[in-house]
């Protein structure tokens, strides 16, 4: 792994900027890659034009200023099985806007919530095989990888992942590991366990720290507890190349020059997290 190519932040940091200040922002910390966040994805949904060209143009815009989005954020708020919106038809949206901003693997929350707490695990797990079926042939096409989530409750586990990714058998879909979302639900499976077991299907990654108390999304070696030297070696150990890409909001309440010396720290993280 090469960090100055591959090292990340999830464009959410600068929440507060439009998706153009964004950009300026990373551009201003040297940064050459990001994830574009759900919310500022939404902010481009909202222009006029198909998804497909205000994509185009926000794409264009950011290689201008040398910044390229391999890895993105689908709707944070997606309920895939809700009865109440076409989950599908949106998300078709939300893929045409990323793959004409050059996002390559496009990180999805599955959904354990919109069946009621009266469901089982097995029905929970079918009902999002069945939506993601309906999706992929159009990931496939655009040439998505969909990358899903640990979380907690039904997607806690690794092996529910590869249970849906096995059950929808799709070359279009990938994982994306939270480190701090493992941290909090599955104590019982280390950082190296998780990524030597999604091996080659692991395609992003959400870098985050906590102290087991809540989901904080802080930097390494802060107030959290992570094992560190674990992520980076499963990460070794299987060549991983995609974006090593911080996902820190719990960082981002700061006047902005403090925020930049934030992001400068980072890079100091991360060269050290590399030579181990």
């Known amino acids: 792994m090469k ?4 090292f990340s932040i999830w464009s959410s940091y600068d929440v507060d900027l439009s ?6 922002a990373m551009e201003r910390r040297g940064l050459t890659v990001c994830e574009l966040s759900d919310e500022h994805a939404a902010v481009l949904l909202k222009r006029e034009g198909t998804p497909a060209e205000i994509g185009a143009a926000f794409g264009a815009y950011a290689k201008e200023h040398n910044l390229t989005f391999p890895q993105g954020h689908l709707w ?4 895939l099985c809700s009865k109440e919106v076409d989950a599908v038809a949106i998300l078709r949206s939300w893929f045409e806007l990323f793959a004409a901003v050059g996002v390559k693997n496009a990180v999805l929350h599955l ?16 009902a999002n095989v069945e939506k993601l079926k309906q999706l ?7 040439g998505l990888c969909i990358c ?3 979380l907690g409750g039904h997607f806690a586990h690794l092996s529910d992942l590869l249970d849906v990714i096995g059950r929808v058998n799709s070359p279009a879909l990938g994982i994306c590991l939270d480190t701090g979302h493992l941290h909090i639900h599955d104590r019982d499976m280390t950082q190296e366990q998780f990524i030597l077991g999604a091996g ?9 720290d906590n102290d087991t108390s809540g989901d904080q999304h802080l930097m390494p070696f802060g107030r959290g507890t992570v094992d560190w030297p674990a992520v980076m070696r499963g990460l070794n150990a299987i060549g991983y190349s995609d974006c090593f890409n911080y996902e820190i909001p719990g960082e981002r309440r ?9 992001a400068e720290y980072l890079k100091a993280v991360t060269a050290y997290l590399f030579s181990l």
């Open 3 to 6: 960090h100055p190519e591959i």
């Open 19 to 24: 998706p153009e200040d964004m950009v300026l």
């Open 76 to 79: 944070l708020a997606v309920r």
């Open 111 to 126: 959904d354990g919530h919109s069946l009621g707490a009266e469901a089982s695990h097995e029905e929970v797990i079918a």
């Open 136 to 142: 992929m042939p159009y990931a496939e096409e655009l």
């Open 148 to 150: 899903l989530e640990n």
């Open 200 to 208: 080659e299907l692991l395609h992003a990654l959400h870098i985050a």
């Open 254 to 262: 700061l006047p902005m020059p403090v925020r930049d010396a934030k």
